[in-house]
């Protein structure tokens, strides 16, 4: 029920599995950015559509996100054809939260968060990130300061796992996009976030390369 679309990288190269966010699919311009920034860096990406998306993308009808147990399934089919080895899976907003509830599949190295929902915005009862707690796979979350679905200043109220580190993006909104006044940019901002969720995938490749020696 999902189409992908693999980026151009070297054989045998890390894979990176990139899920999108509830209101846009796999062709948005923000994933888009990340899997090209990526794979100049030498990493594979894999990008899908979720069931919903794709049948967006078949009438041109807009719907609302399938229910969390259809969007986890359609992520581990893509794991299952994909992954051979151990694999990073993350996601932009919806699609990050997705792939940090898949921390027990066995082929999940590491999970990656690209401004997580934590609430809906101006809404912060409805907290999303409970199981954030008690994740014991390495998880990065990219987070803009402003992100009305969790600003910095939130982040002390919120329990997270020993192995859930957070990189704050500089005046970033939940896209990473800086005002024009605070004197970042849209591309440096996503072109540091590249920089930082590189690190993190090799570093994810490289800890399971160690564990098999």
Known sequence: ?????????ELGSPLFVLAHGAGAGMDHAFMQQ???GLAEKGIQVIRFNFPYMVKRAEDGKKRPPDRAPKLLEAFEQVIAEYADKPIVIGGKSMGGRMASLLGDN??????ACLGYPFHPPGKPEKYKGEHLASLSKPCLILQGERDTFGKREEFAEFVLAESVSV???ADGDHSFKPRKSSGYTEEGNIAHAVDVLSQFIFACYEEVSNARK
């Open 1 to 9: 029920m999902t189409n992908d679309r693999l980026s151009d990288g």
């Open 167 to 169: 990189e704050f993006i």
């Open 106 to 111: 066995p082929q999940v190295a590491g999970i």
């Open 34 to 36: 990340v899997a090209s």
